[in-house]
């Protein structure tokens, strides 16, 4: 993966652009408070300067996360950027792009959807169509997709389907030649600054571009910038404006009827060209709690990752003390204020696992011990198959277990992977070609049992072991299980070549 350095976003302290940092505080304190969130990056932008930024240890700035749908918002600017250059038509119908088997396609609905329907989700599908459109045609997905009769005409239903993402981004490779990546470096990301970024493909050579990107908070940042300016960057224009109009309004509605969906849901407000639009503003997210909220009321732009299973719960905290925090003019006499959160903000950390650092019957017993999932399987990740502690000094080098003084061996198969965790908070292993960055916090809770938490850098996902001496058993549970099953070992973490 390349990296390019981007220069620093414009920064200020949160009472010279009206935010008053008391309101930001309650909101981290709301984010830490809910059981069911763990917080890993915040950036609020205001004025078009950042006035906040914290990661919560052991995620840290520099480091690309998997962003899950939100992937679906860097998309839209690729194909916006190819409607400018004249490459793609909204109005063409998706099948033109693929004059390979346009004989193929014999339905009229299929053959009347258009580009512009599939970048809002108006296929005319009732439902979600990609678990359907890989069986039918794993080599072309877009063949499989096609295939499938849309249930109503194109352009008159709202459904979330990663089908029309997916061939979206298919005819933008196609028609450039180049992947989405590759398309979007030039016209997107070095302009904006942005560093490392890499996409999951399939097939390969062709980037997924409904999920797999992975980027960092400031990516995301400055994308929710360039959109609250109307496409335009330091005085040069990247998206046209009529695009980006375009782009963050609702097309089909996607309201359920109720009147608690419009009061209360986010995801009832509408949808545009893979935005979707908010109770406020309108925003890119990504499954399990990875956000670009754009708020033009208040010059305001949150990036936030982070892993929870309840969205909703975040955008409220959003609402509900970020909104009232935004002033129309400076706030004098807040120097105190600012320096309390900026000094909160550079300390934040994830909370280790409880637990005594050594075992209480002395590390003789543990020393070499292994384990094997309870009941003879682990239901939660199938595919690990064994835990082997091991115990050293903690005077080693920081090799590809962290160096600590107890070291995790989780057992794929036939591979093994080393994790080292210290007597307290966390150890982060940097892995090596083909396994993921982790951090580590373990603690024995009694003299027969350790519970560990691995958090798996690159991804939203965390996983929960416990071994028990007495037995020889562990069981294992993600927090949030990843969407797309992959190899524990090899495959949680960004692509590398």
Same mark, same amino acid.
């Given at each position: 993966?390349?990296?390019?350095?981007?220069?620093?976003?414009?920064?200020?302290?949160?009472?010279?652009?009206?935010?008053?940092?008391?309101?930001?505080? #309650?909101?981290?304190?709301?984010?830490?408070?809910?059981?069911?969130?763990?917080?890993?990056?915040?950036?609020?932008?205001?004025?078009?300067?950042?006035?906040?930024?914290?990661?919560?240890?052991?995620?840290?700035?520099?480091?690309?996360?998997?962003?899950?749908?939100?992937?679906?918002?860097?998309?839209?600017?690729?194909?916006?950027?190819?409607?400018?250059?004249?490459?793609?038509?909204?109005?063409?119908?998706?099948?033109?792009?693929?004059?390979?088997?346009? #004989?193929?396609?014999?339905?009229?609905?299929?053959?009347?959807?258009?580009?512009?329907?599939?970048?809002?989700?108006?296929?005319?599908?009732?439902?979600?169509?990609?678990?359907?459109?890989?069986?039918?045609?794993?080599?072309?997905?877009?063949?499989? &997709?096609?295939?499938?009769?849309?249930?109503?005409?194109?352009?008159?239903?709202?459904?979330?389907?990663?089908?029309?993402?997916?061939?979206?981004?298919?005819?933008?490779?196609?028609?450039?030649?180049?992947?989405?990546?590759?398309?979007?470096?030039?016209?997107?990301?070095?302009?904006?600054?942005?560093?490392?970024?890499?996409?999951?493909?399939?097939?390969?050579?062709?980037? *997924?571009?409904?999920?797999?990107?992975?980027?960092?908070?400031?990516?995301?940042?400055?994308?929710?910038?360039?959109?609250?300016?109307?496409?335009?960057?330091?005085?040069?224009?990247? *998206?046209?404006?009529?695009?980006?109009?375009?782009?963050?309004?609702?097309?089909?509605?996607?309201?359920?009827?109720?009147?608690?969906?419009?009061?209360?849901?986010?995801?009832?407000?509408?949808?545009?060209?893979? &935005?979707?639009?908010?109770?406020?503003?309108?925003?890119?997210?990504?499954?399990?709690?990875?956000?670009?909220?754009?708020?033009?009321?208040?010059?305001?732009?949150?990036?936030?990752? @982070?892993?929870?299973?309840?969205?909703?719960?975040?955008?409220?905290?959003?609402?509900?003390?970020?909104?009232?925090?935004?002033?129309?003019?400076?706030?004098?006499?807040?120097?105190?204020?600012?320096? @309390?959160?900026?000094?909160?903000?550079?300390?934040?950390?994830?909370?280790?696992?409880?637990?005594?650092?050594?075992?209480?019957?002395? #590390?003789?017993?543990?020393?070499?011990?292994?384990?094997?999932?309870?009941?003879?399987?682990?239901?939660?990740?199938?595919?690990?198959?064994?835990?082997?502690?091991?115990?050293?000094?903690?005077?080693?080098?920081?090799?590809?277990?962290?160096?600590?003084?107890?070291?995790?061996?989780?057992?794929?198969?036939?591979?093994?992977?080393?994790?080292?965790?210290?007597?307290?908070?966390?150890?982060?292993?940097?892995?090596?070609?083909?396994?993921?960055?982790? #951090?580590?916090?373990?603690?024995?809770?009694?003299?027969?049992?350790?519970?560990?938490?691995?958090? &798996?850098?690159?991804?939203?996902?965390?996983?929960?072991?416990?071994?028990?001496?007495?037995?020889?058993?562990?069981?294992?549970?993600?927090?949030?299980?990843?969407?797309?099953?992959?190899?524990?070992?090899?495959?949680?973490?960004?692509?590398?070549?």
């Amino acid at each position: 993966m390349g990296t390019h350095v981007g220069s620093s976003l414009p920064s200020s302290t949160p009472a010279a652009q009206g935010v008053d940092a008391r309101g930001v505080h #309650a909101f981290l304190d709301a984010l830490e408070a809910a059981p069911g969130i763990d917080p890993h990056s915040v950036m609020l932008l205001r004025n078009g300067h950042l006035v906040a930024e914290g990661w919560w240890a052991p995620h840290t700035a520099d480091r690309p996360q998997l962003l899950y749908s939100l992937s679906k918002s860097f998309t839209s600017v690729a194909a916006g950027s190819a409607a400018a250059e004249g490459l793609i038509d909204l109005d063409a119908p998706v099948v033109s792009y693929f004059p390979e088997f346009e #004989a193929e396609i014999t339905d009229q609905r299929s053959r009347s959807m258009l580009v512009r329907h599939i970048a809002s989700m108006a296929s005319g599908h009732e439902s979600e169509t990609w678990d359907r459109a890989v069986p039918a045609d794993r080599a072309e997905p877009v063949r499989g &997709f096609l295939s499938l009769p849309p249930e109503r005409e194109p352009g008159t239903v709202f459904a979330y389907n990663q089908s029309c993402t997916y061939t979206l981004g298919a005819i933008v490779q196609r028609v450039t030649g180049q992947s989405l990546t590759a398309y979007l470096r030039k016209r997107l990301f070095d302009p904006l600054g942005i560093t490392e970024t890499v996409w999951e493909q399939f097939p390969a050579g062709r980037d *997924l571009g409904f999920s797999g990107m992975h980027a960092t908070t400031d990516a995301v940042a400055r994308l929710g910038q360039l959109h609250l300016q109307g496409g335009v960057w330091e005085g040069r224009r990247l *998206l046209p404006a009529e695009w980006v109009a375009e782009a963050t309004r609702s097309h089909v509605s996607n309201h359920d009827g109720t009147a608690e969906g419009a009061a209360d849901s986010d995801w009832q407000q509408g949808y545009g060209f893979q &935005f979707w639009m908010s109770r406020h503003g309108f925003r890119g997210d990504g499954a399990y709690g990875q956000y670009c909220v754009i708020l033009p009321e208040y010059d305001a732009v949150l990036a936030l990752t @982070s892993q929870t299973q309840d969205m909703q719960e975040v955008l409220d905290a959003v609402w509900r003390h970020l909104l009232p925090a935004f002033g129309d003019a400076p706030l004098p006499g807040r120097e105190a204020d600012d320096a @309390s959160l900026r000094s909160r903000l550079s300390r934040l950390l994830l909370p280790p696992v409880a637990g005594r650092a050594a075992p209480l019957a002395g #590390a003789g017993p543990w020393a070499g011990a292994r384990f094997v999932p309870e009941g003879g399987t682990c239901a939660h990740q199938p595919t690990l198959t064994e835990v082997t502690l091991r115990h050293r000094d903690g005077t080693g080098s920081s090799g590809d277990d962290g160096g600590a003084g107890w070291v995790l061996d989780l057992a794929e198969g036939g591979q093994r992977f080393g994790l080292g965790f210290g007597s307290d908070g966390w150890t982060t292993t940097e892995g090596g070609p083909g396994t993921p960055p982790c #951090a580590v916090s373990a603690g024995w809770t009694d003299q027969d049992t350790l519970t560990a938490t691995v958090r &798996f850098l690159e991804t939203p996902h965390s996983l929960d072991l416990r071994c028990v001496l007495r037995t020889g058993t562990f069981t294992a549970e993600w927090r949030t299980r990843p969407l797309h099953p992959r190899p524990l070992l090899h495959r949680m973490c960004a692509p590398r070549p």
